[in-house]
Every structure is written in C-alpha cells, then in structure tokens.
C-alpha cells in the first residue's frame, strides 16, 4: 500500500512531489532456548558482579533490555528461576560462612552444638560484666557480621530488582510469584536465617561456579544443560530439616535476647553502638517477617539451610505450591524467632526482679544459672545490693524507673508499636498488678500506712502548729515535713508525694487503682468511727467532733487533689466513706448545728468577708454529707433563736451567707422559716423604734402604781415579736413576773393590739434576759454603797425579785410565787450560787440542790471586780445531777434565756444527742404523707417499689425515708382512705379522690 502526494500547487518553491510510502510488518522471530540461555548467562553474571561490588563497568540500560527480551519472547519462567538460584547460591556462601564462624566460637567454648541443643546452651555470661561472650570470646563479632551480610544483601536487592523490573510488572503478578526484591528478602530467611547449623557449607566452596545451578557451560549447548540438572534440583529441591534443629537465626536470636538482659543488668559496654547493631538486626526481622506476607506459588530453592543432601528423591517437583513450604513458613520469622522469646524472657525476668524485691529471703530468686540473678540485685545507683525486703516506696521508685528504662530501650530499638506495647503490658502486670495489694498493705511503708499518717498528725512539732497558728512558722523553720494550708490544718506534704508516686504507678494499670480507692475508703472510715467514740463517750464535746471531721475532710482531700489527681472515682469513694460513718445516725447533724453555732457565735467575729466565706464552704462540704438534713435544720434553727433573741451573733453577714448557702443546696423552703426568723427581727426593731416615739409622746401621761415596785420608774423592755411559724414552738407556760414587768409588758401589749388588729401575743418569758441593778451594804472600811449591774435571764430576775422582801427562801416557795417549771428553777438558782457569782447562798452542800426545804439565802457580801455582771448558766446535768439534760454549755451560752433547755429537751433536742428529734420525727410523717398523696395524685395508680423509689427522689433533700417507714405511713392513707389496694395485684396502690 503506498500513497503518492501530487498536489503540486501548495508546492510554491517548484521542489519536486514527495512520496510516502508504508513499509510491510517486518517478520517476528521468536527466541529460541540457546539464545535464552545465552542471555540470561550475560545477566547471571551480571548479579556476580553486583554481589562482589564491581557494578560499576555494567550497563543498567542493556541488562534491563536483556531481561525485558526473556519476558516479552515467554521465557518468564527460566528467567525468574534462573535469578532465585543464583541469589539462592549466593546466599548459601554467606550463610556457610555465617555459620563457620559461630560454630568456630563454640568449639572454642567446649560446648557440642548437637541438632537437639537449644541455643542458650551455647551462651554464658561472664558474672564480672562487661563484653558478652562465648567461651571467653567476643560474640558481638556473629552478630556484627550477620548485620553486614544484610545490609550487603539488601543493596545487591536494590540493584538486581531494577533490572529486572519489567518482569515484577508483567510475569510476576501473572504467576502468583514473589517481586523481585521480596524474593530476595525471603530467600535470605530461607537460606541464610533458617540455616542448620549443622551445615556449614564447606562443600559448595569447593565446587564450580555453575550460572545458576543450570549447568551451562560458555557454549550454552543442551548437554551440558542436562548435565547440569541433578545440581539445579538440588539447590532448588526441598530440605527435609529436623524442625527442632538449631538454626543460625536462633543463635543469633539468642544473642540478642542476651545483649538485652545484659543491658537491663547495667553490664552493657559500648551500650550505644549495641543498641544500634540490636536496632538493625531487629529491623532485619521485621523486613524478613513483611516479605513472608502472602500467598505465592514458591519453589523451595534454597530451602531450610540450604543443604543439597537427600533431596535427590524431589527432583521432579520443581515448582511446589505454597502449601508444600510448611506451616512454620506462614509464621513470620519476627515474632516466632525474636518477639515471643523476647517477650517471654522479660516477663520472666521481672516475675523474678519483682518478687526478689518484695520477699524477705533471697531463696525466691531461684536457680543460680538463671540469667536474672547471676548477680545481686541492684539499686538504681547501680550498687549491688543482696535480696531482701524492699520498703514499698523503694520498690515503687524502682519500678518507675524500670517502666521508664523499657519506654528507652524500646525507642531506642525502634520496636513495633504491638511488640512495645505487649512489652510495657507485661512490665506493668508484672510489676504493678501482680503485686498491688502488697504494696498497698505492707507494714509502715505501703499506701495504706503513708496514708494513716497523713490522716493523723503528719510531723514532729505539727500537732502544736495545728493548735496554735502562731507557732506554725517556728514548727516549719525546724524543719517539718508537713505544711499548714490556710484553715490551720497540717498536711505532711513529703508523705503526699509519696502516695501521688504511688498513684501515678499504679494509674497504669487501671484495676490496679481500685485497691488505693479501698484503703482510702476503709482509712476514711476508721478515723471517722474513732471520732464518732470519742464523741460517745464524751472525750470530745460536739463542736471538737466537727472540726476533727472538717480536719479530716481537708487532709483527705489533699489526698484525692494533689496525690491522686482529683480522680473522679477517688472523689466519690471519700464522699461515700464520710457519708457512711457521718450518717450511722444523727449525731452528726446535731453535732454540725452546735460547731455553725459556736463558729456564728465568737469564731468568726471580726474576720474578713474571705475568712467567713471559707470557713462556711468547710461546713456546707460537711453538710453535703449529711441524709439527715432536716435534723440539722431544726437544730440550726434552735441555735438560732438563741443567737438572734439573745443578739449574741458574732456578724449578721455571716449568718446571711450561711442560710444563703443552705439555700443553694437545698432549696427555698429548706430555708423559709430561717429567713422568716431574720424578718421578724427586723420587724421587731422597727415596732421597738415605733414603740419608744410612742411612749416620749406619753410622758404625760397617768402614773402606774405598779410602777411603784421599781421606784415609781416605768421598766423599760424590749419586746421582740416573733412568728409562731417560722420560731421554734416553746410550749412553755409564763412564769410570774414582777409587777413593775408586768405593767410595762401591758402598756406594749395594748399599744400593738391598738397598732395592729386582729393578732394575739402569747409572751415567752422562757426566752427573754433582764439587765437589774443590785445595792448592796458598803464594804467594810467605807460608807458608799456597792452597785452591780447584773445581766440575768428572766427567769434569775424573777428570783431575785424575791429578795428584795425576805432574806431567806426555800425552793418550794420560790416555786410556788414564781411558777417556773421545776428543772429550769433548779438550774437558775444553781447559776445563782456558784462560787465565781455567788449572789445567793444556798443552805444545802454539794452542787445540787437538797429537796423543797433547801433554802436560799440573800448574799450580802457578795463582791465582783466589775460592775456589770453577766451571770452564766450552768448545764441542765450540773443543776439536776442528771443525765438526761443538755450537754455542758458550748460557745458562751450563758447569760441567755432557760428557753432553750426545758422546751428543747422535751422537743428531743438536745447537743450531742444521736437520735431523731421528736418534733422532727412528726414533721417527717407529715412530709412522708404528703408526698405519697401528691405522687398518688398525679399517678392516680402505682406499684409499691415505683411509690418508695418516687417518695425518695423527692425527699432525699431533707431525708432519706427508710422503706419500712414509707410502708407505715402508706397504711395509715390507706386506713385514713387516701389510698386503696388494687384487688388483682396487693401491691399496686390507686388514689382515692
């Protein structure tokens, strides 16, 4: 076919017409075997070259072609098999050469290297430290020369496979047959890992250098290629090796795992460049263990060991399946030659570190041959120290510093990210988890010991600088562990850090944390209970109860903040630990009333707003604790009556910000009635400022005669107006007053009926205090009068009142013209006839009073350094010699109204009491019915699990009702007709409407 160009008339220039013509296919000339043969000879020795290093005179660009024109004329197959052989023959003279030179070191060392020998009996280490050796030979040179031979193999590799790159594109994936470079790689483990040591290749040095294994000869002629047959399969046919047999891999993989245990024993010379001959050898594995991945249709050339020896039998199977390689084949050779014994060996070894350290004899190190205990222990100095009992901060110490050594060591050899952390898991159990409960219970040192002395006084001199704050710098400048925080309480902060080092260890294991949760927890529990006996048998008043609690509270939770990081978990196993003691009944309410009381009282008078705020957070802390909230309530709200009546508050402000806090805990009907209580105070002082305008204007007017009584002078009081909501219910008769009292209370009573209609007053002269002035006879040697200004109860006023007719009065006729209840009238005349305030004498002896005939007596020689008195109150149990009255009085109550004690004993209400109040116990079934009746109401039907569970939700923040309690007050609806039974199921409830 040609095709001529005539158009003459686009050729401008004249020039003659050009002809194109299309040539013919030009005919295709298959290559035939010889001419194969002769080209892969070129290539063939073109690898020797590259293997001896003399690659420089080789033209790439040919050799590529030469191997690009086997593949494209189909000789793929005797191409591929033609490169495995002779990398296969290669590597056999390495792997010989490898393996002579370990067999050399062992003869040297006396020790037979039998097939069923295991390579760590060839291995000794030399007790002095230093080179690791065989037989007192330097065995670093095996390892060396393995490392060289790889590095060697791996740049022969890189050249070979970009050679032969036309073939992994086109015949390799084609055939199912391994690239090139991983051919390599895989014949390197077959051939020269996987080596029997055994054979040590002394033959093939001696036989002709044959291409291949092929038997060409330089003619390339067929004869000399059936010749060379017998040879080929040999190289190529597959070895049937002892499986246990000792390998030059499991020599070599041995000397690793003992550079490694020399290197944890701190025996390690040169350790750098160790670790950089470890780090490529463990590379090596690695790469040799990725180039086994897959599924590839192999020959077994250059099998196990390479050895030609009674393979004469397979010469036919040339081209053998991946199923005919073996099962160890599928193995990488990373893990099953190095990472399980690697990881075996250091669990062993710290198995063994860990319980040495821990026991009390050095029998538990076990045999003297082991590798772990060839020497003695040692301590992180490196010192040699024999086995013994470790305390446990010793040991956690060592054991942070192993962990970190293993972190080094592994970046340093480049470890995989599985076998790093298969390796850390396996410190770490053996370590921490194995061994946490010891560590946490040992005796004087373990977590549980540190822990009870930062719970009790941390250092010498603390427990002074905890009592006295003005000693605190002196305490610390002699050189105390502990430090005081801002509320005076010394926290031991050196044993803080030792339990935040054991926190941070056993953090890596998390199960491990749950045994410091439990001594912390069961530590909580023990000083809580230890307090709480105190408390029972009355070595500590209520208030000190609370602040051992408050002290308690702030070393604890130094414990959980600093030494375990806040922890949730560790946070709620304190809470539940206070919780549980604090709530066995409810002493610690009424406790927590008495210290707000004593601390609103004088604690925190003249302090700063930040003070204030501070020391009540510690107290809502405290009360969070508490399921008996409606406990406190009622005696925080008795203790502040007193206060408010008896205007004995340290600061208004800080009474405020109390019930501000007791509002956002709980709510505003928790704190309606105490907020109601400062409204009638404020009430109160503005009726009294209306009340005092409103007697100037009267001034004029009529005289009393009752006024008579007080020198024709009108009293002046002071009347409070209270609430009976919102106050504490007295119940309390009113005694009889003086007249000269009483008609002035009834000038106020007609004045705020007048004021304000339709209201009733209902006086408590249980709850009020009187200033009275006392003349009495000159003192001997002088002719002016003695006059003290005694600020009393009113009740005291109006004993003393008596006096001013008679000298002398019994108890029952001071009974009978008073009509004060008869324990209060005993423990005022009591107060009345102390030794410090004698103004009465009292005609019986001892503390108490005798019956009704004792008599009590004006004291006319009574005497005071100051002219105003404040005559104190005794207890109810100094007055009646009983046991049953209030507790000794706390905080200065003295001087303040009886109200308290009788009104309140009978309301169950009494300081360091541990049960329910009486009143509090009534209000609780109010509440309790309520609440059924609501949810009943708006459920109209319920089972009785849904009912307790629902009534709980909604009064936890009073109470916690017990469910036997709910149960009552359930029958009581029912029997009232609140509630019915469902006639098919006795446990379902339905609302009567």
Not at 595 to 623: H, K, N, S
Not at 799 to 825: A, C, G, M, W, Y
Request: overall charge neutral; some cysteine; glycine content about 8%.
């Amino acid at each position: 076919m040609s095709y001529n160009n005539n158009n003459n008339s686009s050729n401008n220039n004249g020039s003659s017409a050009r002809k194109f013509t299309i040539k013919p296919f030009r005919s295709y000339t298959q290559m035939d075997s010889h001419s194969a043969h002769a080209t892969f000879s070129s290539l063939a020795s073109a690898m020797d070259e590259i293997n001896n290093r003399n690659a420089s005179t080789l033209s790439f660009e040919e050799l590529y072609r030469n191997a690009y024109n086997l593949v494209l004329h189909k000789h793929g197959g005797l191409l591929y098999e033609g490169v495995q052989d002779r990398l296969g023959l290669h590597l056999r003279r390495s792997g010989g050469r490898l393996v002579r030179l370990a067999r050399e070191d062992s003869a040297a060392s006396g020790v037979v290297s039998a097939s069923s020998g295991s390579a760590s009996a060839m291995l000794s280490s030399s007790s002095g430290g230093g080179r690791m050796t065989v037989g007192g030979r330097d065995q670093y040179g095996l390892l060396e020369e393995l490392t060289h031979c790889w590095k060697e193999h791996r740049i022969t590799m890189v050249m070979v496979r970009d050679i032969f790159m036309y073939m992994d594109r086109t015949y390799v994936p084609q055939h199912r047959k391994r690239p090139v470079y991983d051919l390599g790689l895989w014949l390197f483990r077959r051939v020269v890992w996987e080596r029997s040591m055994d054979d040590d290749g002394a033959a093939e040095d001696n036989e002709a250098v044959n291409v291949g294994g092929l038997g060409w000869g330089e003619e390339g002629s067929a004869a000399t290629a059936a010749a060379g047959g017998g040879e080929r399969s040999a190289a190529r046919g597959p070895i049937k090796s002892n499986e246990n047999a000792q390998t030059l891999g499991t020599v070599a993989s041995a000397l690793l795992l003992q550079v490694i245990q020399q290197d944890r024993l701190d025996r390690l010379e040169d350790a750098p460049q160790r670790t950089a001959l470890l780090k490529d050898l463990i590379h090596m594995l690695l790469e040799l263990a990725h180039a086994n991945a897959g599924q590839f249709n192999d020959s077994s050339s250059g099998g196990r060991g390479g050895s030609s020896s009674g393979n004469n039998g397979n010469n036919s199977n040339n081209n053998n399946t991946h199923g005919n390689t073996g099962a160890a084949d599928n193995i990488p050779v990373y893990e099953r030659d190095f990472e399980e014994a690697f990881l075996g060996e250091s669990q062993d070894f710290y198995r063994m570190e860990s319980t040495s350290r821990l026991s009390h004899a050095a029998s538990t190190l076990g045999s003297s041959d082991d590798a772990t205990n060839s020497a003695n222990l040692q301590n992180d100095d490196g010192a040699s120290k024999p086995a013994a009992k470790y305390s446990a901060m010793e040991y956690v110490h060592r054991a942070r510093s192993r962990l970190d050594e293993e972190k080094t060591r592994a970046s340093l050899l480049d470890l995989p990210a599985q076998t790093k952390s298969a390796l850390l898991r396996i410190v770490e159990t053996e370590l921490i988890e194995r061994h946490a409960k010891t560590l946490v219970e040992m005796e004087g040192s373990g977590f549980a010991s540190i822990l009870k002395v930062v719970a009790s006084s941390p250092a010498v001199g603390s427990v002074a600088a905890a009592s006295a704050g003005n000693r605190r710098g002196a305490a610390a400048s002699a050189g105390m562990s502990g430090s005081g925080d801002t509320n005076g309480v010394v926290i031991d902060r050196d044993r803080i850090a030792d339990l935040a080092s054991v926190y941070e260890l056993f953090s890596r294991v998390p199960s491990s944390v749950n045994h410091l949760r439990d001594a912390l927890g069961e530590r909580v529990r023990l000083d809580g209970r230890s307090l709480v006996r105190d408390q029972e048998t009355g070595v500590a008043p209520p208030a000190a109860f609370v602040k051992g609690v408050l002290d308690m509270r702030e070393r604890f939770a130094a414990v959980v903040g600093d030494a375990m990081r806040g922890e949730k978990k560790a946070q709620k196993r304190m809470r539940e630990a206070f919780e549980d003691f604090l709530n066995a009944d409810a002493r610690a309410a009424n406790c927590l009333a008495v210290y707000v009381d004593e601390l609103l009282r004088a604690g925190l008078r003249g302090a700063d707003e930040r003070r204030v705020a501070r020391e009540l957070d510690r107290v809502i802390v405290i009360f969070r604790y508490l399921a008996d909230k409606d406990v406190f309530e009622a005696y925080y709200k008795n203790h502040l009556a007193k206060r408010l009546l008896g205007n004995k508050s340290g600061s208004e402000e800080a009474e405020r910000a109390m019930v501000s806090l007791l509002k956002a805990e709980c709510g505003y009907q928790f704190t309606s009635k105490l907020e109601g209580m400062f409204n009638d105070m404020r009430i109160s002082k503005e009726t009294a400022e209306k009340y005092r305008a409103h007697k100037k204007q009267m001034v004029n007017a009529t005289a009393d005669a009752r006024d008579a009584e007080n020198g024709g002078k009108p009293v002046d009081v002071e009347v409070s107006v209270l609430s009976n909501s919102h106050w504490p219910s007295q119940n309390v008769e009113p005694c009889i007053l003086p007249t000269a009292v009483g008609a002035a209370m009834d000038r106020f009573q007609k004045y705020y009926l007048t004021t304000y209609t339709g209201r009733k007053l209902s006086w408590q002269t249980s709850t009020g205090s009187a200033e009275i002035r006392a003349n009495l006879p000159p003192a001997k040697g002088s002719s002016k009068p003695r006059r003290h200004d005694l600020s009393v109860t009113t009740y005291q006023m109006c004993i003393l009142v008596l006096f001013n007719v008679r000298d002398s009065l019994t108890l029952k006729q001071i009974r009978e013209e008073t009509h004060i209840p008869e324990d209060e009238l005993r423990r005022h005349l009591v107060s009345l006839c102390t030794p410090k305030h004698r103004i009465l004498r009292k005609g019986s002896k001892g503390k108490g009073i005798s019956g009704d005939d004792d008599t009590f007596t004006y004291n006319a020689d009574y005497t005071s350094k100051m002219t105003r008195v404040k005559v104190p109150m005794v207890s109810m149990r100094d007055a009646t010699g009983s046991s049953s009255g209030s507790a000794a009085a706390s905080g200065g109550n003295g001087g303040e109204g009886s109200a308290p004690a009788a009104a309140s004993s009978r309301a169950g209400l009494v300081d360091g009491s541990s049960s329910v109040p009486i009143t509090v116990e009534e209000d609780r079934r109010h509440l309790l019915e309520a609440a059924i009746v609501r949810i009943m109401k708006a459920r109209k039907m319920l089972n009785h699990n849904d009912l307790v569970a629902e009534v709980t939700r909604q009064l936890s923040g009073r109470f916690v009702p017990p469910p036997q309690f709910v149960k009552k007050r359930v029958e009581s609806l029912i029997e009232r007709e609140y509630l019915e039974r469902d006639e098919g199921d006795r446990r379902v409830y339905r609302y009567m409407a």
